[in-house]
């Protein structure tokens, strides 16, 4: 059971951490600066053909480097193309003039902490192998959280003698828990 | 005299009790925390359907504010209701605002009438995937003596995590081969840095 408490623990050290550190970020985002810093720039294109939304995308993520969750957006508005690369923690976003000569490039930009606060409140699967991957971790994070409450309270159970402060301090943390969902509750 | 050996050994039962006792302290915490993360992956909660909806008029003295925001806070005071105001306050004809109050399991929407002094509350009643939700990561909260006992709990659980992380690499790292035990945590530290950089596409 050890075992398990410290290899889990050990595998997953880094991604708690994170996870503790970027939810402190969420509960005091109002004291936090979480703007983005926006970049804007004027880019010149060389497309060949008279591409769909689709293969624009592919090109400017290739010329630029610009990555989204899942497929970029593009949306045709009065002859020009508006193509937005959205991933966590940072947007890019172009504006391709009609003869898709040159495009105004808007990158929004942020710093670690919004990255870390983006990425705690990234879900879901979808989105390419990295965000699945993200997907799993989350799952796996969470139902280590089940099993390190598990293990631990066996192995203070195992290792201690006298029980008594465990068994109150155990009543108190899930009394407490027990009875804020229960008045919630019972308040709506 | 106390030697380095006797403080190490007396640093060790620290980081033990401070890990084995705080643990307990959190584990309620913990589990919600996982229940809710697992609901939240799997957007279990996205959608929470309203369970019932109430509706009443309360009077209102229009407060002094600088912004529509710290009104819409005054406004909420006064009505009694708790949780924070969440989306943007909106300014509607003649001046009223509009805006949203949040409470685990409850969310209002407050609807201003200044010509008649009058606020309409609109309450939406969720169940408990609402309440847990809301439990999961809840900032401060005034008003409200058991919504600032959990933030507290939230703020302290935080601190927590990072403490039994340092407390469980102290003990990781005292026992067996040394080289082992820098090792794994090297190569935990270096996994997470990769995925990390992989998904932030750095």
Same mark, same amino acid.
């Given at each position: 059971?050890?075992?398990?408490?410290?290899?889990?623990?050990?595998?997953? =050290?880094?991604?708690?951490?994170?996870?503790?550190?970027?939810?402190?970020?969420?509960?005091?985002?109002?004291?936090?600066?979480?703007?983005?810093?926006?970049?804007? *720039?004027?880019?010149?294109?060389?497309?060949?053909?008279?591409?769909?939304? &689709? *293969?624009?995308?592919?090109?400017?993520?290739?010329?630029?480097?610009?990555?989204?969750?899942? *497929?970029?957006? &593009?949306?045709?508005?009065?002859?020009?193309?508006?193509?937005?690369?959205?991933?966590?923690?940072?947007?890019?976003?172009?504006?391709?003039?009609?003869?898709?000569?040159?495009?105004?490039? *808007?990158?929004?930009?942020?710093?670690?902490?919004?990255?870390?606060?983006?990425?705690?409140?990234?879900?879901?699967?979808?989105?390419?192998?990295?965000?699945?991957? !993200?997907? &799993? =971790?989350?799952?796996?994070?969470?139902?280590?959280?089940?099993?390190?409450?598990?293990?631990?309270?066996?192995? !203070?159970?195992?290792?201690?003698?006298?029980?008594?402060?465990?068994?109150?301090?155990?009543?108190?943390?899930?009394?407490?828990?027990?009875?804020?969902?229960?008045?919630?509750?019972?308040?709506? | 005299?106390?030697?380095? /050996? %006797?403080?190490?050994?007396?640093?060790?039962?620290?980081?033990?009790?401070?890990?084995?006792?705080?643990?307990?302290?959190?584990?309620?915490?913990?589990?919600?925390?996982?229940? %809710?993360?697992?609901?939240?992956?799997?957007?279990?909660?996205?959608?929470?359907?309203?369970?019932?909806?109430?509706?009443?008029?309360?009077?209102? $003295?229009?407060?002094?504010?600088?912004?529509?925001?710290?009104?819409?806070?005054?406004?909420?005071?006064?009505?009694? #209701?708790?949780?924070?105001?969440?989306?943007?306050?909106? +300014?509607?004809?003649?001046?009223?605002?509009?805006?949203?109050?949040?409470?685990?399991?409850?969310?209002? %929407?407050?609807?201003?009438?200044?010509?008649?002094?009058?606020?309409?509350?609109?309450?939406? /009643?969720?169940?408990?995937?609402?309440? #847990?939700?809301?439990?999961?990561?809840?900032?401060?909260? /005034?008003?409200?003596? #058991?919504?600032?006992?959990?933030?507290?709990? %939230? +703020?302290?659980?935080?601190?927590?995590?990072?403490?039994?992380?340092?407390?469980? $690499?102290?003990?990781?790292? /005292?026992?067996?081969?040394?080289?082992?035990?820098?090792?794994?945590? $090297?190569? $935990?530290?270096?996994?997470?840095?990769?995925?990390?950089?992989?998904?932030?596409?750095?």
């Amino acid at each position: 059971m050890r075992r398990v408490h410290s290899y889990c623990g050990l595998a997953l =050290l880094f991604f708690i951490a994170m996870y503790a550190v970027s939810g402190a970020g969420i509960i005091h985002s109002s004291q936090l600066d979480l703007a983005p810093q926006i970049v804007t *720039e004027r880019v010149t294109l060389d497309v060949v053909g008279n591409p769909d939304g &689709a *293969e624009l995308a592919r090109y400017l993520a290739g010329k630029f480097g610009a990555h989204s969750r899942g *497929e970029p957006t &593009a949306v045709r508005e009065n002859g020009r193309w508006i193509v937005s690369f959205i991933e966590p923690g940072g947007v890019v976003r172009f504006d391709v003039e009609p003869n898709l000569r040159s495009a105004s490039m *808007e990158r929004r930009k942020g710093s670690l902490v919004q990255k870390l606060v983006a990425l705690h409140k990234v879900s879901g699967f979808e989105g390419g192998l990295a965000y699945t991957a !993200w997907g &799993a =971790l989350v799952d796996m994070v969470s139902l280590a959280m089940v099993l390190f409450t598990v293990t631990g309270v066996y192995l !203070w159970f195992v290792s201690t003698r006298d029980r008594r402060l465990g068994y109150a301090v155990l009543v108190a943390s899930w009394g407490f828990t027990l009875a804020a969902c229960i008045i919630h509750l019972a308040m709506t | 005299m106390v030697t380095k /050996r %006797t403080m190490r050994t007396r640093l060790a039962g620290w980081a033990r009790l401070t890990h084995m006792y705080g643990g307990l302290v959190f584990s309620s915490y913990f589990v919600l925390y996982a229940v %809710t993360s697992i609901g939240f992956n799997h957007r279990v909660q996205r959608d929470f359907p309203y369970r019932e909806a109430m509706n009443w008029a309360q009077q209102l $003295s229009w407060p002094d504010a600088v912004d529509h925001r710290s009104r819409a806070e005054g406004i909420r005071d006064q009505l009694g #209701l708790v949780g924070p105001i969440m989306g943007p306050v909106e +300014e509607a004809a003649g001046g009223n605002l509009v805006f949203q109050v949040h409470r685990p399991g409850v969310r209002y %929407t407050v609807r201003t009438d200044r010509a008649t002094g009058m606020a309409q509350i609109h309450a939406n /009643r969720r169940g408990i995937r609402s309440v #847990l939700s809301f439990m999961h990561g809840q900032g401060p909260v /005034r008003g409200s003596w #058991l919504m600032g006992g959990w933030w507290l709990f %939230t +703020e302290a659980s935080w601190v927590f995590l990072l403490i039994s992380a340092l407390s469980g $690499s102290y003990m990781w790292l /005292r026992r067996g081969n040394p080289v082992v035990r820098w090792g794994g945590l $090297s190569v $935990s530290g270096a996994v997470f840095v990769l995925v990390f950089l992989w998904v932030i596409g750095w």
